[in-house]
């Protein structure tokens, strides 16, 4: 793979270490055995095609793309990752393409969903808000126990937690520090409620428990029924921890299906209000240069990396190099995983190759359509 300046992948690194722990979402940290996981019950749905399958390349700008997409993965699991999928999704190129390389994974198999969590969490909330069940901006004490929020938040003495705002815990504002090293409660807090952005795996986890409270039902199921159910998401599904359920779980799809999901929300499709999807892409400064939060979702301003005509990123990635991004631009998805946090930071390589690699066929498909070729 091309090499990336110094400052770039250090800012991915720090990108990495705030969001890699965003699939637990509750009381601990990620490394939980894997056979103390079980599969929620996932339904049988019908699913309706997207336009992303294994390309058949007719042309010879197709075909080297879709080799140095090939190259590009297989560059990942020997420079350490055990195994790793990426789907591009491309209509407007009349491009759609996705693989696996290594031994360990297929392009179809499911994988960690990473950060992936915070948006479904995001518009779960969001659909209970169309159907007025509640506000965005409501406290979260109308949600959940007075000795619970009681103790949430206190600065100098006095306690906060009561207003805090449930736009405050999806974009990250709430003031909570991140859980304390016994996973039982959020450390100090990092300032009021509104002051500033800080990453917290704790608004996630009470954002999760409003969900329940609203919908009367357990999270998994208000997932299935808001999101995966009506959009044909048959392979995307909680692994619940036996013991702790959906607080100590994570979310597992795959590339159709996280495909499907960013692709509806990137036509405008993933919600009956229109201001909804505005609402998501409401975006705040984060303390990185380059780098904003909406609700749910981050966003990449790549000319402020130096990477002048590149665009922007939009989406969510995470712990084992997982990542799942929609590029304006291009009108172009990138969905992928290296299933390993060996290379440390190989997704960010990786995203920027394959951008880099997109680019460079999107030239060509230009030039060969306005005749010069």
């Known amino acids: 793979m091309k090499s990336h300046p110094a400052h770039i992948v250090r800012t991915w690194q720090l990108i990495f270490v705030v969001t890699g722990f965003l699939t637990v979402l509750l009381l601990t940290t990620c490394q939980i055995e894997p056979d103390n996981l079980i599969a929620t019950a996932v339904p049988t749905i019908a699913v309706v095609p ?5 390309t058949a390349t007719t042309t010879e700008p ?13 560059q990942a699991v020997i420079d350490g990752a055990s195994g790793a ?3 591009v999704d491309a209509p407007d190129l009349d491009f759609a393409w996705k693989s696996a390389a290594g031994q360990s994974m297929a392009a179809d198999e499911p994988f960690l969903m990473a950060g992936g969590v915070e948006m479904v969490t995001a518009v779960t909330l969001l659909k209970l808000c169309e159907q007025s069940q ?8 109308l949600y959940l126990p007075a000795d619970l929020v009681n103790r949430l938040l206190v600065v100098n003495g006095k306690s906060l937690g009561e207003t805090i705002t449930i736009h405050q815990l999806l974009n990250h504002t709430s003031g909570l520090g991140d859980f304390a090293a016994d996973g039982i409660a959020p450390g100090p807090p990092v300032g009021k409620p509104g002051e500033t952005f800080h990453h917290s795996r704790a608004n996630i986890w009470l954002a999760g428990l409003i969900i329940e409270k609203v919908s009367g039902l357990p999270l998994p199921d208000a997932y299935r029924q808001f999101i995966f159910e009506p959009l044909g998401m048959a392979h995307t599904y909680f692994a619940l921890d036996k013991e702790a359920g959906w607080q100590k779980g994570r979310l597992v799809s ?11 929300w990137a036509n405008d499709e993933l919600f009956d209000n229109p201001a909804c999807q505005g609402i998501m892409s409401n975006w705040i400064q984060t303390d990185d240069a380059g780098r904003y939060y909406g609700l749910g979702m981050q966003r990449f301003i790549l000319d402020e990396w130096d990477f002048p005509g590149l665009g922007q990123l939009i989406g969510y990635g995470g712990q084992f190099n997982s990542l799942a991004f929609y590029w304006p631009e291009q009108n172009v998805t990138i969905i992928g995983t290296l299933n390993s946090n060996e290379p440390p930071f190989g997704f960010a390589s990786m995203m920027l190759d394959v951008m880099l690699a997109i680019q460079e066929y999107a030239n060509k498909r230009f030039i060969m359509e306005d005749g010069r070729c």
């Open 50 to 54: 997207t336009s992303t399958t294994e």
């Open 62 to 74: 197709q075909a080297e793309l879709a080799q140095t997409l090939q190259n590009i993965l297989d």
């Open 134 to 141: 509640l506000n965005l901006e409501d406290p979260i004490s």
């Open 254 to 264: 795959t590339l159709e299906d996280q495909n499907r999901f960013l692709r509806t």
């Open 85 to 87: 999928v990426l789907l």
